[in-house]
């Protein structure tokens, strides 16, 4: 099971932590992913971080303003978020993997939203 926290409203330019919180599975064994959909879009790759974080991976669009990272120890994945901008306004969610890779995710959580106003 995934859990997201860490949703909100916030201005633009503001900051957002969100933590994924996962149980029920050895946390370390699995590839986290960040991902969010907004209102007529496709769902689409935020931001990836392989098992021990040897390896990351950033959609264009957020490069240089979000920051993912993981806490095996407390089964938790964050997602660090500066800069907001309006257009980051979405649901977001995290998913868990076996492998690398930044499509085809297996578990998923519901989804926290994100709302930037300008």
């Known amino acids: 099971q995934l859990v997201e926290s860490g949703g909100g409203l916030v201005q633009s330019g503001g900051s957002l932590r969100l933590s994924c919180a996962g149980s029920g599975r050895p946390f370390s064994n699995y590839v986290m992913g960040w991902f969010r959909q907004a209102p007529g879009k496709e769902r689409e790759s935020v931001a990836v971080?392989?098992?021990?974080?040897?390896?990351?991976y950033y959609a264009d669009s957020v490069k240089g303003r979000f920051t993912i990272s993981r806490d095996n120890a407390k089964n938790t994945v964050y997602l660090q978020m500066n800069s907001l901008k309006p257009e980051d306004t979405a649901v977001y969610y995290c998913?868990?993997?076996?492998?690398?890779?930044?499509?085809?995710?297996?578990?998923w959580g519901k989804g926290t939203q994100i709302t930037v106003s300008s």
């Open positions: 971080i392989s098992q021990y974080a040897l390896r990351t």
């Open positions: 998913a868990a993997r076996r492998t690398w890779g930044v499509t085809g995710y297996d578990d």
